[in-house]
Nanobody, 126 residues
């Protein structure tokens, strides 16, 4: 049974920082594509960043490049999203997702292609 559990969301002022965590359980693959995806009510899900847990390849949406950093800890089967210089437009529900049939790079622009999803953690910037 695959489970993704996010944590670390909250409320922060403009310019502040947050660090999101996602712990994956029930997965046996040594390497897979994992991602952070966000959604604002009434809008489509948007890929924020993706990472290949094996060799560490990373891809970012242009709106967060230079401000957000995705990373992984293979020993803990976890990924993280360090978010700096937060803007009001970063406010959203952030989801951790894993496993896509296509490339991890392409999955950034196809967020609904992921097979497994966490429950989400809310980020509010004001």
């Amino acid at each position: 049974h695959v489970q993704l559990v996010e944590s670390g969301g909250g409320s922060v002022q403009v310019g502040g920082s947050l660090n999101l965590s996602c712990a994956a359980t029930g997965m046996s693959a040594s390497s897979m594509c994992m991602a952070w995806i966000r959604q604002v009510p009434g809008k489509e899900r948007e890929g924020v960043a993706t990472i290949v847990t094996g060799y560490g390849g990373k891809w970012y949406d242009s709106s967060v490049k230079g401000r957000f950093t995705i990373s992984r800890d293979r020993t803990k089967n976890s990924i993280y999203l360090q978010m700096n210089s937060l803007k009001m437009e970063d406010s959203a529900m952030y989801y951790c997702a894993a496993v896509t049939d296509g490339s991890c790079a392409a999955a950034l622009n196809a967020p609904t292609s992921f097979r497994y999803w966490g429950q989400g953690t809310q980020v509010t910037v004001s």
